[in-house]
Nanobody, 124 residues
Framework: QVQVVESGGGSVQAGGSLRLSCTAS????????VGWFRQVPGKERQGVSC???????NYADSVMGRFTIDRDRAKNTVYLQMNSLQPEDTGLYYC??????????????????WGQGTQVTVSS
């Protein structure tokens, strides 16, 4: 059974950077699609970025050019490097994993393994 745990959230000022980590167990990230999703109170969970087993990556338009997703198979971890953070990036960030799937990797309904979330707060 695949499980994931997030870490790396925190509070920063606008323009700052954070790196989130998603460590998997039960299957190597080389065989998983991993997505990052953001939840803000009162709004639907939004796909931020994802990386599939074949290393194809996707980004939400709002983070394109600022966020980078990559993985380390030896550490069984997927990272989300977030630069030039803005207040609108604030939210609870969840990592999710699934065995490789042809469905778009920002479709949250296709994931079964979710982490507990890590809070990112960006102040102006």
């Amino acid at each position: 059974q695949v499980q994931v745990v997030e870490s790396g959230g925190g509070s920063v000022q606008a323009g700052g950077s954070l790196r989130l980590s998603c460590t998997a167990s039960g299957l190597n990230v080389g065989r998983l699609d991993v997505g990052w999703f953001r939840q803000v109170p009162g709004k639907e969970r939004q796909g931020v970025s994802c990386i599939v087993a074949t290393l194809v990556t996707n980004y939400a338009d709002s983070v394109m050019g600022r966020f980078t997703i990559d993985r380390d198979r030896a550490k069984n971890t997927v990272y989300l490097q977030m630069n030039s953070l803005q207040p609108e990036d604030t939210g609870l960030y969840y990592c999710a994993a699934r065995p490789w799937d042809s469905a778009h990797c920002l479709d949250s309904t296709t994931y079964r393994a979710w982490g507990q979330g890590t809070q990112v707060t960006v102040s102006s």
